[in-house]
């Protein structure tokens, strides 16, 4: 294992408590991401791990060492902000060996380290720019070749990519994955967007009032989530959420009357009797029109992306629905429909937000 192990971690600023008991680990070499809202903890969380803010309490351990007191720079990570944080008057060459230059590396080591990174990072033509010169992603890739000179344990990524358009988002996730295959370290990274956290990570953690609560690989959390806020979070369109109450149950599963029509949901373990209220949970992608049953719904605007497209619609009590089509592609504007889908992907939830599995 070895790699980032936290261990009942806790972060209060006075009365406030950021974090809540959370214990986790990350295996060396792996890509995890800390995501949730904003205000869930997950930067704090990183900058904990940074040492660059205190714990409350618990254990930090780094490459099986307890560094929860022992100061950054000896920690063995490097960190990557959302700001660059460049020096303008310096080259990139300079930027990036200018932690090494700082602990009297010698020169021919600095240069040599400066060289390997920019190659890794495709910037050996632009070494001698200063970062003025320099396109938004080339800077954000020059912040990381400052990381990879000093060769630490672990790699933290506090949401590097936010200043970025959507086009160099895109084009950054896909370097920093094969920048991860490529030198093969520790990396943990944290941002408020799940599309980033299901392309980067190879362990996603799902944090809300400083509590994780799920973690797991990203098709996991996807297809299995343990509560309806992962299952609403993770996912993009996020999935629907329809409010009913149980008209009968049997071994397979449970029917489910809601405003809109009648559910079935596949539940193999303990069902609430009926007359019980829960909220049934749909994928855009596991809903489709059918010619009876299901829920009513009008159409009222649908994205086209080429591939696929997905619809908008609304039920007759006020609930926005979104489905997806990937063949029949015919207008459906203003059109009602039945949407309905197969038992075995309708998720079923208590009012509190637990899984009925």
């Known amino acids: 294992m070895d790699g980032v192990k936290l261990t009942n971690i806790r972060k209060a600023f006075g009365p406030f408590e950021v974090i809540r008991d959370v214990s986790l680990e990350i295996p060396k070499g792996d890509f995890g991401v800390f995501v949730g809202p904003s205000g869930c903890g997950k930067s704090t969380l990183l900058r904990m791990i940074a040492g660059l803010e205190n714990t409350s309490g618990g254990r930090i351990e780094i490459g099986g060492r307890d560094v929860t007191h022992v100061e950054p720079a000896k920690r063995g990570v490097a960190m990557v902000f959302q700001s660059y944080a460049l020096y303008p008057h310096l080259s990139v060459a300079e930027n990036m060996g200018f932690s090494l230059r700082l602990a009297r590396a010698p020169r021919h080591e600095r240069e040599a380290k400066v060289r390997e990174a920019a190659r890794i990072l495709q910037l050996t033509d632009h070494l001698d720019k200063k970062p003025s010169a320099l396109s938004g ?40 994955t094969r920048l991860h295959r490529q030198i093969g370290a520790t990396m943990i990274y944290v941002t408020h967007d799940q599309v980033e956290a299901m392309t980067l990570a190879d362990d996603i953690f799902v944090l809300k009032g400083g509590h994780v609560m799920q973690s797991g690989h990203p098709l996991h959390l996807y297809d299995d989530p343990d509560n309806r806020f992962v299952a609403g979070f993770i996912g993009s369109p996020s999935m629907n959420f329809v409010s009913g ?113």
Request: hydrophobic residues 40%; proline residues 6%.
């Open 137 to 176: 992603g080339q800077r954000q890739r020059v912040a990381i070749g400052r990381a990879i000179v000093r060769e630490p344990e672990v790699f933290l990524f506090d949401e590097p990519l936010s200043n970025l358009d959507a086009e160099l988002r895109v084009q950054m996730r896909l370097e920093l």
């Open 245 to 357: 109450v149980v008209t009968r149950a049997d071994d397979t599963g449970l029917v489910a009357r809601t405003e809109e029509g009648e559910l079935r949901a596949r539940v193999l373990g303990p069902k609430p009797g009926p007359g019980a209220e829960v909220v049934l949970g749909i994928r855009p992608e596991h809903l489709a029109p059918v010619e009876a049953g299901g829920l009513p719904v009008r159409v009222e605007v649908a994205e086209e992306l080429g591939g696929q497209s997905f619809v908008h619609a609304r039920s007759a009590s006020g609930s926005d629905i979104v489905f997806e089509r990937r063949e029949n592609r015919a207008r459906l504007d203003g059109q009602a429909l039945r949407l309905g889908a197969a038992a075995e992907k309708v998720f079923a939830f208590t009012p509190e937000g637990g899984r009925l599995r």
